[in-house]
């Protein structure tokens, strides 16, 4: 089958949760089906890495594009009923090349990552054929619920924005689940958060996986300085990784250090904003930046925290620390969408206090420590197999079966 794949970024390098969930889901299509990619680049050291796509896709049509003038040409959204993210990701350069390349290599079905990817096959000048083709979205999370929540976080003269985009963005999401054949989601919290009135009959979960192989215990990692240590993983200009480690660092770490002033806490992820490296002029709060492997800070934690209060989706970093083997903390948003027993596990904490308490009592319990890394390792190996989450795609685009339309 000749698919065209539509990805909001280029799925490479794989260093954030959507870029490693379309980079899996790219790998696994490429194995049964011609795969052609579209999608934006966001950013310009990105494009060393088209290369690394080669093996998987018969041919890539991209478009550079500024985040900063894009957001500035999306404004104008706030002024009627469209949502500021679907005007952020559309491009009519890209949409020309991906236009061509419909025509050119006669594509047979369409699958795209993220609601904003959508717009590409309504304002297509080949609308009407498209809309004949089996047509899948992965929306991975519902995105209108995340605004929502910075909406609940913010100062009035920033939630107003936020609220409309919710609004909005919620209807596409709607659109987007009337005309798709199927729309698939990360985990059943999400399912189940989606906009309006009853669950889609077409909506589908489709879980995301880990690497055992790379985020394997057996990892020899290079030594770090010895000491109980935290470390939290993630880039480090989203905003909810922002939020997360601000309040960490001002109101749980106090807390901790009161019984072990020792403990280091590392925030080891790319893009760190300034209130991020603004919490590194605490001696023991170490901002690393990018990192080479992030694997060397995963094996060397003591304990890997995510205390995330704006949370959405499958949290990728818990994933990773899972099967690395380490015990994890977790808040109760940051763990909804993962498939794991509390306690046995993982560890979810709902509050400062409760998070501090626990982190103080692993800490000083190395047993406990191994035993839950042990059970960590053995949920991912049940519940987040790429190959097997995966599954669900051969079922939505058949292998040589190129014609026949795909029931909802």
Not at 58 to 78: D, E, F, G, M, T
Not at 170 to 180: D, H, K, L, N, T
Not at 322 to 333: L, Q, T
């Amino acid at each position: 089958m000749r698919l065209l794949f539509l990805s909001h970024r280029l799925p490479y390098p794989p260093h954030k949760g959507e870029k490693i969930r379309a980079l899996n889901i790219l790998k696994h299509l490429a194995m049964r089906h011609e795969v052609h990619l579209g999608c934006l680049v966001d950013e310009a050291q990105d494009l060393a890495h088209l290369g690394a796509l080669r093996p998987y896709a018969r041919s890539i049509a991209y478009q550079r594009v500024l985040p900063l003038a894009r957001k500035a040409l999306a404004l104008p959204a706030l002024l009627g009923a469209r949502s500021i993210s679907v005007e952020c990701f559309y491009s009519r350069a890209l949409q020309r090349k991906l236009d061509d390349l419909i025509e050119r290599e006669r594509i047979e079905a369409l699958l795209c990552s993220s609601s904003p990817m959508a717009e590409y096959l309504y304002r297509s000048r080949h609308a009407a054929r498209l809309a004949g083709l089996p047509r899948v979205m992965d929306l991975i999370d519902v995105d209108s619920l995340k605004w929502h929540q910075y909406a609940q976080h913010s100062a009035p003269w920033v939630a107003w924005i936020y609220r409309h985009e919710a609004r909005h963005l919620g209807a596409y999401e709607r659109r987007i689940a009337a005309s798709f054949d199927r729309v698939l989601v990360a985990s059943v919290r999400e399912r189940d958060c989606f906009p309006g009135p009853g669950c889609p009959a077409n909506l589908t979960v489709m879980g995301n996986g880990v690497d055992l192989d790379y985020f394997s215990p057996q990892y020899r990692a290079r030594q770090m300085p010895a000491g109980p240590s935290l470390v939290f993983t993630g880039v480090m200009d989203y905003r909810p990784n922002v939020d997360a480690m601000c309040w960490f660092a001002e109101q749980i770490l106090p807390l901790i250090r009161r019984a072990r002033p020792e403990v280091r806490l590392y925030i080891v992820g790319n893009r760190p904003s300034g209130a991020v490296r603004g919490l590194a002029k605490d001696t023991g709060i170490i901002v690393t930046g990018f990192v080479d492997d992030v694997r060397d800070y995963l094996a060397n934690a003591s304990i890997c925290i995510a205390p995330l209060r704006i949370a959405r989706g499958v949290q990728n970093k818990i994933l990773e620390a899972m099967a690395m083997g380490r015990p994890v903390i977790a808040s109760r948003g940051a763990f909804e969408g993962v498939q794991a027993l509390p306690g046995r596990d993982l560890l979810v904490a709902d509050d400062e206090a409760q998070f501090a308490a626990a982190t103080i009592e692993l800490l000083g319990d190395a047993g406990r420590r191994e035993a839950l890394g042990v059970s960590a390792r053995r949920c991912v190996e049940r519940a987040y197999s790429w190959q097997e989450n995966l599954r669900v795609l051969d079922e939505l685009f058949p292998p040589g079966n190129r014609q026949e339309r795909m029931s909802a």
